[in-house]
């Protein structure tokens, strides 16, 4: 006799099918938004970390008081590359086991060529201190041996073998600088695009009000707002830059109580943004399609931050973007910080990290300052209080 097996009505059969796909989305978010690992921890109870910088592959980091410099490899295993003559005080880059870094204000910055420090005095950088022409900006980038940096007036090439190498690409007043594959996209009155196979600098963009704010480069291409600021109400344009320069408009919004302040990052669900409105505050949004959605509706009541306290960076890996802002809901004087998540959508946008400023430090994540997080392939690490420094 054939045996008949009852799966139920069509509503229990839908309902467990809803079940098994709540469980597998559970299992896919867990392992999406995985939750930040302590991979190194300096010996001694008064050994802190420095100054941090990165590669394509490795990470580094000064341990204090001993100033020795340390490589992370993408194992988390940590070897010593030689010990510093002095605090690198402001931003330092190494690239392959070579770097630069600065020592004190009015003096040369130091170049590591793998074996010997030596004193770049013979022009091809200035002194190092403490205004934006004689400091190594955030925005530096690898490629293979060598390594594209910029102070607030010029940007340089170099491979650090020797202060010879340091070659002068562009000069200007310098705001920000992005590249893709065959492309440094900079702004000097406009947005200009180097050409890294012909060395060819273009004017490719110029305002007609307002300013630019920082933008960040997903899949090959530049992305950007502007105008910045108030004066952009009703009036500000998100564009898209294609590797060989070609400018694409994606979206502007026009409502005259509303301008874009920021872009933060870009996943395949949307560019992520920050609105502001002149009645509610600012929001962040992501915008696909020519929509703006909220991620998390400004209000009081939403456990997702608000964009108008604790506005961070982003930090564009395995298409999510990082960002900092308050720990839990929107408050004023809230100085608790967290590390959040965004795959694009409301879902989608989670806190990883978080706590009171006593045990986490994130402010380093932060773009428009210099500040102790970097990125290696797919991996974000960011100092942590007391030594900790989690890699997520």
């Known amino acids: 006799m054939d045996k008949i097996i009852c799966l139920g009505s069509f509503e229990e059969i839908l309902n467990q099918m809803k079940n098994l796909l709540l469980i597998i989305s559970t299992l896919f978010a867990l392992y999406v938004y995985s939750q ?63 770097g630069i870094y600065p020592v004190a204000n009015g003096s040369p910055f130091k ?17 190092a201190g403490y ?3 004689k400091v190594i900006l955030s925005d530096y980038f690898h490629r293979g041996n060598f390594t594209y940096f910029r102070t607030s007036d010029k940007i340089f090439k170099t491979d650090y073998t020797s202060a010879a190498s340091i070659q002068t690409l562009a000069v200007g007043s310098i705001s920000e600088m992005q590249h ?28 007609t009000s307002g300013s630019p704010d920082y933008g960040v480069v997903y899949n090959n291409e530049y992305y950007y ?21 070609t400018i694409t408009t994606l979206y502007t919004e026009t409502a005259s109580n509303k301008n874009l302040l920021r872009i933060i990052g870009v996943t395949p669900n949307g560019v992520i943004a920050i609105m502001a409105t002149t009645s509610t505050g600012m929001e962040y949004v992501s915008i696909s399609g020519g929509v703006a959605t909220s991620l998390n509706f400004n209000t009081v009541a939403n456990s997702r931050p608000c964009g108008n306290a604790g506005v961070g960076t982003s930090r564009t890996t395995n298409s999510l973007v990082y960002f900092v802002t308050l720990d839990t809901l929107y408050t004023v004087n809230s100085n608790n910080k967290a590390l959040w998540v965004t795959d694009g959508t409301l879902t989608g946008t989670k806190k990883v990290f978080g706590g009171t400023p006593t045990t986490f430090a994130a402010d380093g994540l932060t773009t428009q300052f210099i500040g102790s997080a970097e990125h290696c392939e797919n ?14």
Do not use: E, H
Request: aromatic share 10%.
């Open 36 to 98: 930040p690992t302590n991979i190194y921890q300096p010996n001694g109870s008064t050994t802190n970390f420095g100054k941090v910088a990165a590669d394509s592959l490795n990470y580094y980091v000064v341990n204090y008081p001993a100033l020795t410099l340390m490589k992370i490899d993408g194992s988390n295993n940590a070897t010593q590359l030689t010990t510093l003559t002095a605090d690198p005080f402001q931003t330092m880059i190494w690239n392959n086991g070579k």
């Open 111 to 127: 170049l590591f060529d793998g074996t010997n420090q030596i004193d770049i005095t013979g022009g091809q950088l200035p002194m």
């Open 131 to 133: 205004t934006g022409d």
């Open 180 to 207: 893709t594959t065959n492309s440094i996209f900079y702004w000097s009155a406009g947005l200009n695009r180097i050409d890294l196979i012909t060395g060819n600098i273009t004017l490719i963009y110029t305002p």
């Open 225 to 245: 707002c502007t105008p910045y600021g108030p004066a952009s109400l009703g009036a500000s344009s998100i564009y898209k830059v294609s590797d060989n320069g």
């Open 379 to 392: 991996d974000l690490y960011f100092n942590g209080k007391n030594g900790a420094m989690p890699k997520d």
